[in-house]
């Protein structure tokens, strides 16, 4: 039976009715329940957070010199939803950037941290690629340039294994610290103070809110008054690390040991700072102050040098003669050593079958303690180590702090190794290994090793009759808004159970060592000032002998302590001895500074 008339336009009229009523809840859900939320999502389309990176804190000298500074860069942003369907867009970025556009796809997908949130797509573009987009801005949706800072280096003082450098932040890292504000694409110091002070010198991010058309253009800015959620927020900026290098003498010391293997480091003998610091060979520390290619990591990393390995506090080297002192502590605290005794040296010294060479083939004839420590006779050396014995030797080597690490505010340095009783048999087997290794150890061979910051370690140390410092380059912090300065207390430490006694005659030895009639290190000598130093030649399986010399001056108040290694460099007296009188002349002599109460004061001046 067909429906009449009325019955359709009923039927009509309740289909109207459910689909109006459908409408009505959906437009009442929408506005009532899902309003806020559709509200919040057209503002975020419409409101972009921008973040204002702060001005990374400088590194300055002790005299107020900037060693790293700030150069103006510019960085470029993209919002990934706004891009990811402009093709026009891919191939403009794609050719300024020499980028492939899928490699652009992988750095957003590794970056991104949401789709309307801007993230970095490459830093440190030059002048000459932000004109050529900046001409194209209207065929790049979403994308934005902002400004940055990279390193610079004013002061001509390239130390990198100290500076260390800035790099973008890996996925590791950026798991660690998320907590404290890091983003994928910001940069982090990776090595070297850069990395140990990060902390201070990183500041604080601003914020900025801007309001943005359909094609992601900033059309303005937002402040409180178009919504009061919406506080600007200034960037803080890192506060400026103030460090004890000495910038002329780092750039004199960086230019002398070009072209060697080794490096110097200079203490402070009043509170362990450290006045310089450089290790060779290095790299080109400008190169990171800007995006580095894959062929030159590669070149750095294969490099047989080794660029980047700090020889300072890293590299593990037998410290030949200079560890000759160790022995004297031990056998003079133990009473086994009796400084008078005389040892005559026929330039060997016979153990079984085998001979052990004395460095002067035809001997030193008969000796006592200080002619031996001036002359640097091995045989002496060799007799007294049997005499005290391989547990009393190494029990004032690690007195010593040999055998642990120093403790230097910098990344990744090495304890060295003391052998002993215990190591031998773990390494030889149980009573398998002969008093030869006794003797080896005894004029600082074999399987001892230390760093050259440890040699000068002891050298400060001695020099202060055994009241010494934790090396440190950070003296303070200033912050560059109020210009107020903080600086820390020397960290003190004190090596117990050595007599005074036992120090005066050990650093007489040393005092010969420089200025004796038969001084292996008469090429420190400075005129004027009275130094005390201990030469060393170690041998090296895989070449020409490494060159040591470590010491202190003046003399009678000491202020500086050092370490000059040259790896293969041959005779310490002749190689390494040189360098120490240039630290000696350019700190003590060429500034008059005997005594400087100011230049090495214990605690800064206010």
Not at 170 to 179: F, G, H, V
Not at 447 to 463: G, K, S, V
Not at 492 to 515: N, P, W
């Amino acid at each position: 039976m067909e429906l009449n008339t009325t019955n359709k336009r009923l039927i009509f009229s309740a289909a109207l009715g459910v689909i109006f009523f459908v409408l009505l809840m959906r437009f009442v859900y929408i506005q009532l329940y899902m309003g806020e939320e559709f509200r919040q999502a057209s503002e975020d389309n419409r409101v972009r957070t921008i973040d204002i990176e702060p001005p990374r804190g400088l590194i300055v000298d002790r005299y107020g010199t900037i060693l790293v500074d700030n150069y103006p860069a510019y960085a470029l942003y993209t919002v990934p939803a706004e891009l990811k369907n402009s093709d026009s867009a891919y191939a403009i970025l794609s050719t300024a950037l020499n980028l492939k556009p899928r490699e652009i796809q992988e750095r957003i997908r590794r970056n991104s941290r949401g789709n309307f949130l801007p993230m970095k797509l490459e830093r440190q573009i030059d002048f000459a690629t932000l004109s050529l987009l900046q001409e194209r801005r209207l065929d790049l949706p979403g994308v934005d340039f902002r400004a940055e800072s990279r390193r610079s280096y004013p002061r001509g003082v390239k130390a990198p294994h100290l500076f260390g450098y800035l790099g973008e932040i890996t996925e590791s890292e950026l798991n660690n610290k998320r907590d404290q504000g890091y983003e994928p694409g910001d940069l982090i110091g990776k090595k070297g103070l850069e990395a140990r002070y990060e902390s201070i010198l990183r500041g604080t991010k601003g914020k900025r809110y801007v309001q943005v058309d359909a094609l992601g253009r900033i059309a303005g800015d937002l402040t409180e008054a178009d919504n009061p959620q919406l506080e600007n927020t200034p960037p803080v900026p890192g506060k400026n690390l103030l460090v004890s290098i000495d910038a002329s003498l780092q750039y004199y010391l960086e230019h002398e040991l070009a072209g060697k293997r080794g490096g110097a480091v200079v203490l402070n003998c009043k509170n362990g700072e450290v006045i310089a610091m450089v290790s060779k060979p290095d790299y080109d520390i400008e190169l990171f102050s800007r995006p580095v290619s894959g062929a030159i990591w590669q070149q750095l990393g294969n490099d047989p040098d080794k660029p980047f390995y700090d020889r300072m506090v890293q590299s593990l080297y037998p410290p030949g003669s200079t560890f000759k002192m160790v022995l004297v502590f031990a056998g003079l605290e133990t009473g086994l050593i009796d400084p008078e005794e005389r040892v005559f040296c026929p330039g060997y010294y016979r153990l079984g079958t085998r001979a052990f060479g004395c460095w002067k083939k035809g001997g030193h004839g008969a000796v006592n303690l200080l002619q031996a420590l001036e002359q640097s006779c091995d045989v002496y050396f060799y007799r007294m180590g049997l005499k005290v014995g391989l547990k009393n030797w190494a029990n004032y080597a690690r007195r010593f702090g040999f055998g642990e690490i120093t403790g230097i505010d910098l990344i990744g340095e090495s304890p060295g190794l003391v052998p002993d009783e215990e190591y031998f048999d773990r390494r030889y087997g149980k009573n398998k290994w002969s008093k030869g290794l006794v003797l080896n150890v005894s004029i600082g061979q074999g399987d001892l090793l230390t760093t050259p910051l440890q040699m000068a370690y002891f050298a400060m140390t001695i020099a202060n009759d055994g009241h010494t410092f934790k090396p440190r380059f950070k003296r303070g912090v200033q912050d560059p808004l109020t210009g107020i300065e903080e600086f820390e207390q020397p960290d003190s430490v004190f090596i117990d159970g050595i007599r005074q006694e036992t120090y005066a005659l050990v650093k007489r030895g040393m005092y010969m060592v420089v200025h004796g009639s038969h001084a292996t290190g008469r090429a420190a000598a400075v005129p004027g000032i009275t130094a005390a130093g201990k030469t060393g030649t170690a041998e090296n399986p895989h070449g020409e002998s490494h060159a040591w010399f470590i010491g202190y001056a003046p003399f009678e108040d000491p202020q500086i302590a050092w370490c000059v290694f040259v790896e293969n460099g041959g005779g310490g007296g002749a190689v390494a001895a040189p360098i120490a009188r240039s630290i000696i002349s350019l700190l003590l002599n060429e500034r008059k500074l005997i005594p400087s109460p100011q230049r090495f004061a214990a605690t800064p001046r206010p």
